[in-house]
């Protein structure tokens, strides 16, 4: 197949987040009221969360990093302990473990799913080991079942980096409800719901919520609401200290309103990406996603990897793209690569992840995209091969 005779005019973004104008209302909304901070909006989103999840509690907080920091430290992590965690993973995630004073401990990946590997936990666990930190990479569950069995036998705390699988599902469940100690979700624009920045971190334990709601808000004994809404005099505490992690009512009012977004969010990408696996499963230089059949993606981006004399070309392949207009991104990070991480430990430790990060790379994939945007960026890949 040819590429298109007229090519796209603008560039096609790797994503783009879908904002209307019930959202704009929404802020406006806020405004009006002149409660633009953490308040009833924030509690109402954590309430709807709860309920499309299927959890018990949810905690909404500034960001997925602010997200697993507080669910670290309410999980009794600190200096001197160890968290196993992937280094295919954006930067956040090994650094909400450093935050706590503890340090990230990197097992490799599976390379048809891009998650932590059960089989390469064990190999990294050590007497100060307390915690596996798993990621749902791109949105796709890991092997929860064989990383809880690791865990069991070790006595040790799981806690989900869901950052980019709000929708997705592991054996019919969502993620979130949660199948750690707790989940923790991303709202920033790549992700499939935004609220620009935000987090939300879900349990079904009511002790760790109500711990983590006072540790966003300094660990402050009485919430402004309780305060605000108060029939005679109140004077809060502060008895450990505490963080200014706290969504605002403007956040939440997006988020509420992208929540009733959601499910045709979901049914447009999985569609997208069935059209995508369809057009290019044929190029024998492409790998596509693998869902393992007790799974379902939401297909937070679109990862493919490059594999024979095509693997080495890959930073080409993504400059060819930009020159026509398809904008790219480098799959994921290797976090154990970057300064703050670089030992001679993971020199040679983690074989799979340095593949992926070396030869995949994420197509555009957003709620706006057209079949025509898509063919374009198909056919061009097809060009390729020829």
């Known amino acids: 197949m040819s590429v298109l005779s007229t090519p796209v005019t603008k560039m096609i973004p790797v994503a783009r987040p879908y904002i209307g104008a019930e959202e704009e209302q929404a802020v406006i909304d806020v405004l009006r009221t002149g409660w633009v901070t953490q308040g009833p909006r924030a509690a109402e989103f954590e309430v709807k969360f709860s309920a499309y999840i299927g959890c018990d509690y949810s905690v909404a907080v500034s960001s997925c990093t602010t997200a697993l920091h507080l669910a670290l430290l309410a999980s009794g992590i600190g200096s001197g302990d160890e968290v196993i965690c992937p280094s295919l993973s954006f930067i956040a995630t090994a650094n909400s473990i450093a935050h706590t004073g503890a340090t990230p401990v990197f097992g490799d990946i599976d390379l048809e799913t891009y998650n932590l590997d059960p089989g390469r936990i064990e190999e990294v666990i050590s007497p100060r080991t307390k915690a596996i930190l798993v990621v749902h990479q791109v949105g796709l569950p890991a092997d929860m079942d064989g990383i809880l069995a690791v865990a069991a036998r070790h006595n040790l705390t799981v806690i989900e980096d869901a950052a980019c699988a709000i929708g997705s599902e592991y054996n019919g469940r969502l993620i979130g409800q949660p199948l750690g100690t707790m989940a923790c979700f991303s709202f920033h624009p790549r992700k499939v719901l935004t609220t620009g920045e935000g987090g939300m971190i879900t349990t079904s334990d009511a002790k760790l919520a109500e711990r983590l709601r006072r540790l966003r808000q300094h660990a402050m004994s009485l919430s402004d609401v309780v305060r605000h809404n108060a029939m005679q005099t109140t004077t809060e505490t502060y008895d450990e200290v505490g963080f200014n992690f706290r969504m605002t009512d403007m956040q939440a009012a997006v988020g509420i309103t992208q929540l009733s977004r959601l499910s045709d969010?979901?049914?447009?990408?999985?569609?997208?990406?069935?059209?995508?696996?369809?057009?290019?499963?044929?190029?024998?230089?492409?790998?596509?996603?693998?869902?393992?059949?007790?799974?379902?993606?939401?297909?937070?981006?679109?990862?493919?990897?490059?594999?024979?004399?095509?693997?080495?070309?890959?930073?080409?392949?993504?400059?060819?793209?930009?020159?026509?207009?398809?904008?790219?991104?480098?799959?994921?990070?290797?976090?154990?690569?970057?300064?703050?991480?670089?030992?001679?430990?993971?020199?040679?430790?983690?074989?799979?992840?340095?593949?992926?990060?070396?030869?995949?790379?994420?197509?555009?994939?957003?709620?706006?995209?057209?079949?025509?945007?898509?063919?374009?960026?198909?056919?061009?890949?097809?060009?390729?091969?020829?």
């Not at 059949?293 to 930073?315: E, K």
């Open 265 to 386: 969010f979901l049914q447009r990408r999985r569609y997208l990406a069935a059209r995508y696996t369809e057009a290019l499963q044929t190029l024998p230089w492409l790998r596509m996603p693998m869902v393992p059949a007790n799974c379902r993606h939401n297909y937070q981006s679109y990862l493919v990897r490059l594999v024979g004399a095509f693997a080495a070309r890959r930073d080409a392949v993504m400059q060819e793209l930009l020159e026509k207009k398809i904008s790219t991104r480098r799959a994921i990070m290797a976090i154990h690569r970057e300064p703050p991480y670089r030992s001679e430990r993971w020199d040679h430790a983690l074989p799979q992840t340095n593949l992926a990060t070396d030869t995949a790379l994420i197509l555009p994939l957003f709620h706006q995209m057209t079949e025509s945007e898509q063919d374009y960026i198909i056919e061009t890949l097809q060009a390729l091969s020829s």
